[in-house]
C-alpha cells in the first residue's frame, strides 16, 4: 500500500469519490450569500480550490477566479477541465502571495479545517484579508467543534465507480481533544474494471475544528469581522446538529 500526503494519489478519484455532491447548489447558496451583502462582486479567490468543481459553477455564473492550491495533482485534475474564467496557482493559504485584490474570497469543503495549528489559521486569514478589497468578504465551511464531540467522528465506508474504476474507500478517524483535531485516515482500494488489477493507498488528512467564538477571535486578530454563521446550505442555527457551520467574514 503506498502512503501519500494529502490529495496526492487521492486526486485522481477525487470527483468520482465526489460525483454525487451538488456543486452547482451549493455554489449558489455561497453566491447568494456574497450578493445578498455586495450585489457587484465580480472578481473571487478561491482558496484550496481543489479540482476545480466550484471554480467551474463560479465561472458559469459568470465569475472570474483565481484559484489557489496546495496540492500540484489537484491542480492538474483542475487543469484538465479548461474552465474559462478561471485561473489557477500552487500555494499554501498561510503564505501565498498573489497580485492584486479581489472582490471576495471563498474556502469550500472543509479547505480551512486542513490549517490545524493556531498561527497557521491567523496567518492564513491575515494573507487572506491582505488579498481583499476594503470591505470583501470571505466565505468559508468548517467543522463545528460543538458538534465533533456531540456527535463524535465516525468510521465511513464510501463506494463509487464509473465505467474504469470500482473505488472503495474506509475512513477511520482518530480524535485528538488536547488540540480540537480528528486524524482521519483513509484506506482507498482501486479496481480497474478491465484488467481487476487493485491498487490500494494510505493517506492520512489532519482536520482541525472551529468553535465560533474562535473564529471570531481569528477574525478580529487578522482585520476581519465576523459578520454571519449558519448551517451550510440550510441556513440554520448552529447547533450540536451541525457538522458543518458556514462562516462569513468581512475585512475591516
Ligand atoms: C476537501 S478538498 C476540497 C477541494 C475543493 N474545494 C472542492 O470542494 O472540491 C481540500 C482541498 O484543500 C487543499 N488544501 C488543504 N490545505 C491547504 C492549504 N494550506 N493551502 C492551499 N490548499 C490547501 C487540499 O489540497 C485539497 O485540494
Not at 451583502?37 to 480550490?49: A, F, M, S, W, Y
Not at 456531540?150 to 477511520?172: I, N, P, T, W
Amino acid at each position: 500500500m503506498q502512503h501519500q500526503a494529502p490529495f496526492e494519489l487521492y486526486s485522481i478519484y477525487y470527483d468520482l469519490i465526489y460525483a454525487a455532491k451538488d456543486y452547482e447548489a451549493e455554489t449558489r447558496y455561497v453566491q447568494n450569500l456574497i450578493q445578498e451583502i455586495q450585489p457587484g462582486v465580480t472578481t473571487i479567490l478561491e482558496l484550496g480550490c481543489g479540482t476545480g468543481n466550484y471554480a467551474k459553477e463560479f465561472c458559469n455564473n459568470g465569475f472570474t477566479v483565481t484559484g489557489l492550491e496546495k496540492s500540484e495533482a489537484m491542480l492538474q485534475e483542475a487543469g484538465k477541465k479548461n474552465i474559462h474564467g478561471f485561473s489557477s496557482f500552487r500555494g499554501d493559504i498561510k503564505d501565498f502571495r498573489l497580485q492584486g485584490q479581489f472582490d471576495a474570497a471563498v474556502s469550500l469543503f472543509h479547505v480551512m479545517n486542513y490549517l490545524t495549528e493556531t498561527a497557521d489559521i491567523i496567518a492564513g486569514l491575515k494573507n487572506i484579508a491582505a488579498h481583499l478589497q476594503p470591505g470583501g468578504l470571505f466565505v468559508f465551511d468548517a467543522w463545528y467543534t460543538p458538534a465533533v464531540y456531540a456527535q463524535k467522528a465516525e468510521s465511513r465506508l464510501k463506494e463509487v465507480e464509473d465505467e474504469q474504476y470500482r473505488v472503495v474507500r474506509h475512513a477511520e478517524p482518530v480524535m485528538n481533544e488536547e488540540r480540537n483535531t480528528v486524524d482521519v485516515v483513509y484506506e482507498i482500494v482501486i479496481t480497474e474494471k478491465a484488467t481487476g488489477r487493485h491498487h490500494a493507498l494510505r493517506e492520512t488528512h489532519t482536520m482541525r475544528h472551529f468553535s465560533t467564538p474562535e473564529i471570531e477571535l481569528f477574525a478580529g486578530l487578522s482585520g476581519m469581522k465576523l459578520i454571519r454563521s449558519e448551517e451550510f446550505l440550510t441556513a440554520n442555527t448552529p447547533s450540536v446538529a451541525t457538522w458543518g457551520v458556514c462562516y462569513l467574514l468581512q475585512k475591516i
